[in-house]
């Protein structure tokens, strides 16, 4: 298998070495094999051997498409931005399931897709797939959130990034510290931000949140954020902290924010 994988690592797609690799083996490559094989194409960027390859499996040896292998290609697929593609070989494999238990889209399978279609900017798509992949009580991992969350985020629908981010919590499942900050910082306004701030881990957007709040023009904003980021097991940064100095110095509330931190646990800053 090793020999294989490295010669097919310097096959060209397009010229048919692809196929001549494959026919060229004296061993019977199993499923698994061709996901591994799609697996490497996916990791170098080579989209097209990946097509070739799923073809090929069919073709030449005539395994059919499985969970994995149709994961792995629509994963391949979702890397280089061919969101109708993905869909198309996502639908196929949908199909077959109806006869064979072993191509039912699995999590992976439903988070390539995603990945896809937030790529593609199909926000309406992901949302419907989402419910799809509910539906069929197929548990959602946080790369599912990820694209999700992104989806919505390029859509310009906050609301609905925050209502997938309590999806998410209710699967038990928290997310990156890049995922909660990118949905803060695509809040309108301070008031947004914070309801984010509340409802999530706030050691994780304690800094943003903050330093969204110091651009607010007012100091309750500053001051809202700094009592709630009291009652979690957070720490502001230096950086962050001198923004809301200087934030509090030009509006006037020096002493505000002097009794405010305080009051506050001496490990926040």
Known sequence: MDALKQRMATAKAGTGEVAAVLSSVTFQPRAAAFTSLIQAASKAKATEKALELFQCMQDIFGIPPNTFSSS????????????????FYFHDLVARSSNDPRSR??????????????????FEKALKVFQQQLDAKVDPDLITFGSLVSACERAGQLETAIAMLDVM???GLSGTQQMYNAVIAAAPDWNSALEVFLGMQCAMTL?????????SGSMQPILDVLLAAGQCH?????????????????????????HVLSSLPSGLF
Not at 207 to 215: E, H, M, P, Y
Not at 244 to 253: E, I, K, N, P, S
């Open 207 to 215: 800094n943003s949140t903050l330093i969204q709040a110091a651009g």
């Open 105 to 122: 889209p699995n999590t992976v399978t439903f988070s390539a897709l995603l990945n896809a279609y937030e790529k593609g900017g199909q």
């Open 169 to 171: 919590h209710n699967f």
């Open 234 to 258: 957070a720490s502001l940064t230096a950086s962050t902290l001198a923004a809301v100095r200087r934030a509090t110095t030009a509006l006037g509330g020096d002493r505000q924010l002097a």
């Open 72 to 87: 792995a290609l629509i994963s391949a697929l979702a890397k280089s931005g061919q969101w109708e593609l993905a869909e």
